[in-house]
């Protein structure tokens, strides 16, 4: 009897190593899948990352509200804030900056990576 009911227990538990395997294997497949680091551009890239996440806040129409007047709708924008510092500065809350967005949580690694990609292309209008 004790026999058995150490069997099922083991059956028990690698079923549910399995399963927490099968996951992990998953949600590796779609982090590597999901975070292209290789086609990173202004237009595919950039821009909708700062749409999603900050144009409430920063685009040409708000940023005098709501924004402190700094704009990230038009390239040349948003390549002055990547070449002073403050875009990366923000979005990564490192000291010495005002943390974005504003009341938001804080941005993925993946597109934190990609404004990364983009300006270590060289703030390309691409
Ligand atoms: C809810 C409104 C809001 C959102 C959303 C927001 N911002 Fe801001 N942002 C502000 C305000 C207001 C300031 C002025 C500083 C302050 O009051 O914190 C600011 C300041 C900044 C600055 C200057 C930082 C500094 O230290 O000088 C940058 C760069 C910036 N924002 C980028 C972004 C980016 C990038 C996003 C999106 C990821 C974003 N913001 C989202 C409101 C917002």
Do not use: R
């Not at 700062?50 to 038009?74: D, M, P, T, V, Y």
């Not at 070449?83 to 941005?107: D, E, F, I, R």
């Not at 690694?109 to 691409?126: M, S």
């Amino acid at each position: 009897m004790k026999h058995i009911l150490k069997t099922a227990t083991f059956l028990l538990l690698l079923s549910f190593s399995g399963c927490y395997y099968d996951n992990e294997e998953k949600l590796y497949a779609e982090v590597s899948t999901t975070c292209d680091l290789t086609n990173v551009t202004f237009a595919a890239s950039v821009k909708p990352i700062l749409q999603a996440s900050c144009f409430s806040c920063h685009s040409n129409s708000s940023a005098n509200s709501s924004g402190a007047g700094i704009k990230l709708e038009n390239y040349a924008d948003v390549q002055t804030q990547a070449k002073n510092g403050k875009l990366m500065g923000s979005v990564n809350h490192s000291n010495g900056y005002q943390a974005m967005p504003k009341g938001g949580g804080k941005l993925t690694d993946c597109e934190i990576n990609q404004l990364q990609k983009w300006i270590d292309n060289g703030t390309l209008n691409n």
